[in-house]
């Protein structure tokens, strides 16, 4: 027969595009079995492991989250410990991690999964979607890893190794496109062990299509890959340029009496909000303090960098000793800071910025 009538020709492209599909899948998880890193939360499909990690390495490295996450489990093993935690608590075990609203959002979810669903996490992505801090990717990777729902995980990872494989060339910064990329993703994600294959994608797009310098050369999915056929990999996954950061200089003032200290908390709305740091007034001179609360300017520390997603922060420590404790006193009612020991500030949950100050000082 010349000519296929239009319906088997369409049927046998159809079969042909799946047998693609399936046997991408199955090139990634077998790459996956053999290659994936041994890490602490893929040791069971317990949900509670599986969501602190996820949270964790949201905007943080591997190799940094870890130790974060064996500290979190040793300190609340189950979800129940965790809700009965005070944000104090929770702060200071993720201090140095930074978008601290993170460990807010994580003690609210579990004071939800503990409250409302009696300490089982939901087991649909649906009903994750309603648990505090909990987006599209975190919901889809429980629902896959702990449940086997079949729902695909769309992350950084990801994106990029939809966008070079299938040649998408959406800008991945704009909301609407996340929509293409879950459609493809969805082809080719496999109806038995959909979790194995999520975790497959993400740890792929972690250790061989890499942002830059991909391993194209041992690339067990290059056979498959739009980019390198084309060439193309530098091009994809197209994302909008940053925005430029914003460049500040800030002043901190530190006062202290022999061995105690006044600290700031961070109000409600604030990045930083329920951490603890120093007055900081960008307009105020430290030598205006040190003459009108009789105190002497002992130091001056900076400027030390400190980069935050839209700033670029110089920051300046201005160390001032009050000798009157009476006044020592007045001024800490005037600016509403709270007065502790200088022993009692390593208690205290503090931004990553304070903490490699006070490692550099001595009071």
Not at 244 to 268: D, G, I, P, S
């Amino acid at each position: 027969m010349a000519f296929l009538n239009a319906k088997v020709s369409s049927t046998i492209s159809k079969k042909a595009s799946n047998y693609i599909e399936i046997q991408l899948a199955a090139t990634l998880i077998h790459w996956y079995s053999r290659e994936k890193r041994i890490l602490p939360w893929r040791e069971s499909r317990n949900p509670y492991s599986v969501w602190l990690s996820e949270i964790i390495l949201q905007q943080t490295r591997v190799a940094q989250g870890t130790p974060y996450f064996n500290n979190f489990i040793k300190k609340f093993p189950t979800i129940r410990d965790l809700a009965n935690a005070s944000e104090q608590e929770v702060l200071k075990l993720w201090e140095g991690l930074g978008y601290y609203s993170r460990a807010r959002n994580l003690l609210a979810a579990a004071r939800q999964v503990s409250d409302e669903y009696g300490g089982n996490f939901p087991s649909t992505y649906k009903e994750l979607l309603k648990l505090k801090g909990i987006g599209p990717y975190t919901a889809a990777a429980i629902a896959s890893i702990c449940f086997d729902e079949r729902v695909p995980v769309i992350d950084g990872n990801v994106f990029r190794l939809i966008a070079r494989i299938f040649g998408i060339t959406a800008d991945i910064s704009q909301a609407p496109s996340r929509k293409e990329f879950e459609v493809a993703a969805q082809k080719i994600l496999p109806i038995e062990a959909p979790g194995d294959f999520n975790q497959a994608m993400m740890e792929f797009g972690a250790l061989v299509c890499k942002p830059f310098n991909p391993d194209c050369q041992r690339c067990e999915l290059s056979s498959f890959c739009y980019a390198f056929k084309e060439n193309a990999q530098h091009l994809l996954p197209v994302k909008r340029k940053k925005i430029k950061a914003q460049e500040r200089v800030l002043n901190y003032h530190v006062f202290t009496h022999k061995e105690l200290v006044c600290m700031n908390k961070r109000a409600k709305g604030d990045i930083w909000q329920g951490l603890w740091d120093f007055f900081l007034d960008e307009r105020s001179d430290s030598n205006y303090f040190a003459h009108e609360y009789k105190g002497e300017v002992k130091a001056v520390y900076g400027p030390i960098s400190h980069k935050l997603t839209h700033q670029n922060l110089n920051v300046w420590f201005h160390q001032i000793e009050i000798a009157n404790l009476t006044k020592f006193q007045e001024l800490a009612n005037k600016l509403e800071l709270t007065i502790f020991s200088i022993h009692e500030l390593v208690t205290l949950p503090k931004s990553k910025l304070i903490v490699n100050y006070l490692t550099r000082v001595k009071f």
